[in-house]
């Protein structure tokens, strides 16, 4: 699977942005789906995952009631719509594809990965 991640930029804080990763190449409705976030000099951190049919999903609890994970079969595209935004969320933001039904908290269960958008909140 080739993962596209797209939408990141420079927000305000309390501002809202949308990620959108776009993903080709193999079934998309086989992976789960997640996204991390690693910012300069600290390790990469799960932010949220969904399941292959989008009935479940999960999200750190930095993030909790601010992320929506959501995703499109259809689309083949995953999304991740940030509001609230904090400068404690400026990061390069990944999308990951993971076989279905391992943790998906954990980066090692994650198979193939996005490069990256690039999220900076101003305070």
């Known amino acids: 699977v080739q993962l596209q991640a797209s939408g990141g930029g420079l927000v305000q804080a309390g501002g809202s942005l949308r990620l959108s990763c776009a993903a080709s190449?193999?079934?998309?409705?086989?992976?789960?789906m997640g996204w991390f976030r690693q910012a300069p000099g600290k390790e990469r951190e799960f932010v949220a995952a969904?399941?292959?049919?989008?009935?479940?999903?999960s999200s750190a609890d930095s993030v909790k009631g601010r992320f929506t994970i959501s995703r499109d079969n259809a689309k083949n595209t995953v999304y991740l719509q940030m509001s609230s935004l904090k400068p404690e969320d400026t990061a390069v933001y990944y999308c990951a594809a993971a076989r279905r039904g391992g943790i998906l908290t954990l980066v090692g269960n994650y198979v193939y990965w996005g490069q990256g958008t690039q999220v900076t909140v101003s305070s």
């Open positions: 969904i399941s292959w049919n989008g009935v479940a999903t």
């Open positions: 190449g193999r079934t998309f409705s086989n992976y789960d």
